[in-house]
């Protein structure tokens, strides 16, 4: 189970890191810099959420305040990002759309690995 999880993991991170930049590469063109650059970031800040909780979780799991430790650790990543979000807004380099779709997207490959990875625990 482990060795799946852990396979899974790494197909979620390497399909990512493929999809986003060749679709922001693509939208360099059609939206110009700006759009292109918010479309990666949505990207990275969805899989570093991500990769943060599952290594809380890894890291807390045994534990006995495994819950309250790993909702303290994502209530940190909220702010962070929120922090850098505004920060951002602030130099007027956000856009929502390619931020969403970008965030989106890396969403839509965790979805679709949970479910491969279901449909093979299913099967066996």
């Known amino acids: 189970m482990q060795d799946q999880l852990q396979k899974m993991i790494q197909k979620i991170t390497k399909f990512s890191v493929i999809v986003i930049p060749a679709l922001a590469l693509v939208s360099l063109f059609f939206g110009g810099w700006l759009f292109a650059f918010n479309f990666v970031l949505g990207g990275a800040i969805s899989l570093l959420s991500f990769r943060t909780i599952v290594w809380a979780v890894r890291k807390f799991i045994g534990m006995q305040m495994a ?57 066996q």
């Open 67 to 123: 819950q309250p430790v790993i909702m303290g650790i994502s209530i940190l990543k909220i702010t962070a990002i929120f922090v850098f979000l505004v920060v951002l807004a602030l130099l007027q380099l956000i856009m929502p759309v390619p931020l969403l779709a970008g965030f989106t997207l890396v969403l839509a490959i965790i979805i679709w690995q949970g479910f491969i990875a279901a449909r093979k625990e299913s099967i």
